[in-house]
């Protein structure tokens, strides 16, 4: 370990360590935030959820774009999967089917960040998160 | 360093650990990485989370899963099911007792939605025994601010303004303190403080020094800082191993990190810290006792003045605060003095931890901004009284504070209006009861834990109390009378008027609080002989309903004095002289033929 030689020191660690405590402080406030759903049943794992929710993190992460990704259960679009469940605070959620890692970063590029929806998105007639 | 999508929080203060919590974590991360998600999922061990009622708790973020009671062997379904699969284990979920419904995140619990997260704003949320996870979370960033920024009185002048009042019961304020303690010049002048938490039912300051020990050590070197002194002793009881492990382990990082020793963070200012162990004598919480006993004497208390300010460790201006008022302290520093005023009533400013104990649906540890009401402390956050019986009173303060009863269940909660109810702030603990205990008998385990602790360097104290509980003794067997009631009173008050500290002078309170609002059952208990809660054996009268009586016998076997008597198949009889109230009778009879009044 090094020593903190000075205030900032401690700032510039500070900086370098609020990385790994990013999900745990987003997880404080959820409703201020994109609120993001990756299906991950078998069907959605099977058409690579996984490969989809990690390209998604990674985006956020770099861009620090204001969203928290969790998983959820399988929504019943087994056909469409992988499906991603977006929630913009105050707007109602939007469900995109046939997502890849590709598309994923699309949806963070412009629906997310710009508002623009973009194909694949599933009609929907229910209302999820915070229900 | 991994980017990890999810963290498993797990609970390891005492009380979670009891109930394998440490085991939890170790089949957590087997299950982890037995589906190859170690890279994915991350496990932690934090501080409580307060909801002791339903522990061990485990939390998932970033969806705030809020599982609870899991077991060891719930751990892989958690694994396979939540984190492979995005299904939550429902049957591990909170359930809300009024609707019956699962809640899937703790946003959603009643428990935790009035609640402002100050003292305990790390407490269940990072690794305590990680400092990096506590400077994420701005840690030592107000230490960093206040030596770069600020002079020592400017300091003093935030936590003035910020109307931050002493929690561990005075509710003297905090800045004032400091103030005094740095106008005292000295070669030498000590930090200390005052984890010698000992009010039955109380587990505060042991939770935020399990789940947040550096808040506290960041705490006490802003406060050396302030008054000038370069010297911390943390004075903790011996029965918090686990707190003193996890200051142990936080005092080592901050060494390793310079944030401890000489020229910390290359300003010039030095601060060390040390433990010092209590043998858990209840006095000892009294600063000048608890002083005495770091000096190596008897815990006994002194005169005041002079205060330890003036004079106090090793006869060298001592500043004394209890836990939770440190762990206040970074926060105030970086969030401003007017956003902590912000919180709370005119004259008590912030927040304050109850620990929530007795008859009620969620035991645990809370924090609360002052001015909110008993009623929803108790029925909102706490989530009522325990089956459903009637509410009677809550007992805040410990051995020193008083019993509140229905008609305070509205007033807000702070320091002075709590004084004018007849009880007192005191330390958080908030013990509940309902109408199955005898007031009489409440006053009497309090007066028995004071008599225990009373360290017997003055008469009031020593004597006085040991009368009260004879009387209150007399009473609860059936042989007192109303002088009895009346005596109480009057020693009471010359207790209170002349013990030399603050444990004498307030020991009486639970005897007086009791009397003036359950005046009627003391009377009871001399008058008519007779316990209105049915909690005073010697009060009770067992006899037998001789029309549900089957004569079957079964009570005649289970008596263990042959009170009870009669021919088989016809109705029994017991001898009230002969019977010893045990109660064998009554768990016996299958035919609820046993009256007890």
């Known amino acids: 370990m090094n020593k903190i030689k000075s205030i900032d020191d401690l700032r510039k660690m500070k900086k370098d360590l609020e990385f790994g405590m990013n999900i745990r402080e987003k997880s404080n406030s959820p409703e201020s935030l994109v609120q993001i759903r990756v299906a991950m049943a078998t069907c959605g794992i099977a058409s690579g959820a996984r490969e989809v929710m990690n390209a998604m993190i990674e985006k956020i992460e770099k861009d620090k774009i204001p969203a928290v990704v969790t998983q959820g259960g399988c929504m019943g679009y087994c056909y469409a999967e992988p499906t991603v469940e977006v929630k913009v605070p105050g707007k109602d959620p939007v469900v995109f089917g046939y997502v890849s890692p590709k598309v994923a970063v699309e949806i963070l590029e412009k629906y997310v960040l710009n508002g623009e929806l973009i194909e694949g998105i599933i009609p929907t007639n229910y209302q999820s998160i915070n229900q | ?597």
Request: net charge neutral; aromatic share 8%; glycine share 12%.
């Open chain 2, 1 to 597: 360093m991994a980017s990890y999508k999810m963290h498993l929080l797990v609970c390891g203060g005492t009380g979670c650990r009891a109930s394998e919590s440490a085991k939890i974590v170790e089949e957590l991360s087997v299950e982890i990485k037995r589906v190859g998600l170690e890279n994915d999922a991350q496990v932690l061990t934090t501080g409580c989370f307060g909801f002791c009622e339903k522990g061990p708790i485990v939390k998932v973020v970033p969806d705030n899963t809020f599982y609870t009671q899991v077991k060891p062997g719930d751990c892989k379904e958690i694994i396979e099911e939540h984190i492979l699969k995005g299904r939550k284990v429902k049957r591990l979920l909170y359930e809300d007792p009024t609707t019956k419904e699962h809640i899937e995140d703790s946003k959603h619990m009643q428990f935790y939605q009035k609640q402002i997260r100050i003292a305990l704003r790390n407490c269940g949320f990072i690794d305590p025994e990680n400092i990096d996870e506590y400077i994420a979370r701005d840690g030592y960033s107000a230490l960093a601010k206040v030596l770069g920024e600020y002079t020592p009185q400017q300091t003093i002048d935030i936590i003035k303004k910020s109307g931050l009042r002493g929690r561990g019961g005075g509710g003297f304020p905090t800045g004032l303190k400091w103030e005094i303690a740095s106008k005292n010049k000295a070669d030498q002048k000590y930090v200390v403080c005052n984890a010698d938490e000992g009010d039955p039912g109380a587990f505060m300051d042991r939770s935020i020094l399990e789940g947040d020990p550096h808040s506290i050590i960041e705490a006490m070197a802003i406060c050396g800082y302030s008054i000038g002194a370069t010297k911390g002793i943390i004075y903790i009881r011996a029965e918090y191993p686990l707190a003193i492990s996890r200051l142990k382990v936080a005092g080592r990082q901050c060494r390793a990190y310079g944030l401890l020793g000489k020229d910390i963070m290359g300003t010039g200012f030095d601060f060390e810290l040390e433990l010092r162990y209590g043998a858990g004598a209840f006095v000892c919480g009294e600063e000048t006792a608890l002083i005495r006993s770091m000096e190596g004497f008897r815990g006994e208390p002194t005169v005041k003045p002079p205060f330890p300010a003036e004079k106090g460790y090793m006869g060298k201006p001592t500043n004394v605060n209890n836990v939770e008022t440190f762990a206040n302290v970074p926060a105030i520093i970086l969030k401003g003095a007017d956003w902590f005023s912000s919180i709370g009533t005119e004259k008590s400013k912030g927040t304050k931890v109850f620990a929530l104990a007795g008859k009620i649906n969620n035991v645990g540890l809370i924090e609360v901004p002052m001015g909110i009401t008993l009623r929803e402390v108790i029925y909102e956050i706490g989530g009522g009284i325990k089956g459903g019986k009637k509410f009677k009173a809550v007992q805040t303060g410990g051995p020193s504070g008083g019993c509140l009863t229905e008609k305070h269940l509205d007033v807000p909660i702070d320091y002075d209006n709590l004084i004018a109810a007849g009880s007192m702030m005191g330390s958080g603990g908030m013990i509940v009861m309902d109408e199955d205990d005898c007031m009489v008998a409440v006053a009497k385990f309090y007066l028995e834990f004071t008599v225990e602790e009373s360290c017997g360097k003055c008469a009031p104290c020593r004597v006085g109390n040991k009368r009260l509980h004879e009387n209150l003794e007399k009473i609860c067997n059936g042989r007192g009378t109303t002088e009895d009631v009346e005596y109480l009173k009057n020693l009471g008050k010359v207790i209170k008027d002349t013990a030399l500290c603050g444990l004498g002078q307030t020991s009486p309170n639970p005897v007086l609080s009791t009397i003036e609002h359950f005046y009627d059952e003391y009377l009871a208990h001399v008058t008519e002989r007779r316990c209105p809660a049915g909690q005073c054996k010697a009060l009770k009268l067992y006899t037998i309903i001789a029309d549900k009586c089957t004569g079957c016998t079964a009570c005649v076997r289970a008596c263990p004095v042959a009170a009870i008597t009669g021919e088989k198949r016809q109705p029994h009889v017991i001898d009230a002289e002969k019977c010893i109230r045990c109660g064998a009778c009554f768990d016996k009879c299958k035919f609820s033929a046993i009256h007890v009044q």
